[in-house]
């Protein structure tokens, strides 16, 4: 299996991309934070948690277009799950629910429509109560409105990176048909 120079260029694309998001997130956390504090080593895992979950993810993306066995497929599909987890340790953990629920909801399509949209509405409950806490922490206003739109991008960033690891072999096998 010989890498194309295109998958090169996922990969770093993914690298970089981890960078951002991870500082992003970090800046992020500071800005919500009632004590903020900085650490150095905290914010390089931060980083490093970030750069290895878009990095697996990106791998997942070029890999499942060039391993044709449904058993291979899965085992780089559970490989991406796994090195998504490092984004959900500490204060990370309070959204793997949040997330789980919604990439399921979206990238599975084999499920019922009722039951995606149960997933779905479940997925808000957390999220609504972060934003929530941030009004309660810091007022309603615009500062507020600001960290909680931030908030909803870093997760919906995560959440379609996660499309590639989420979604079943067949649904990728008829998009690579279609198009």
Not at 99 to 110: A, E, P
Request: aromatic letters at 12%.
């Amino acid at each position: 299996m010989i890498a194309t120079k295109r998958s090169w260029k996922i990969l770093l694309g993914a690298v970089f991309g981890g960078i951002t998001l991870g500082v992003t997130a970090r800046l992020w956390m500071r800005w919500i934070s009632t004590e903020p504090e900085f650490s150095w080593s905290g914010s390089i895992f931060i980083v490093i948690a970030f750069t290895i979950f878009t990095t697996s993810q990106a791998l997942v993306y070029v890999l499942r277009r060039r391993v044709k066995s449904k058993k291979l497929n899965a085992v780089v599909r559970i490989g991406g799950a796994i090195f998504s987890l490092t984004i959900f340790s500490g204060a990370g953990a309070l959204m793997f629910p949040t997330v789980f629920l919604v990439s399921i909801g979206l990238w599975q399509k084999r499920l019922d429509k009722r039951i995606r949209y149960v997933l779905l509405a479940l997925s808000l409950l957390i999220p609504i109560q972060q934003i929530m806490d941030f009004g309660s922490d810091f007022g309603w206003n615009l500062t507020t409105l600001g960290r909680s739109l931030l908030f909803i991008l870093i997760y919906s960033i995560v959440i379609a990176l996660l499309k590639p690891t989420i979604t079943p072999y067949l649904d990728l096998e008829m998009k690579a048909v279609e198009s």
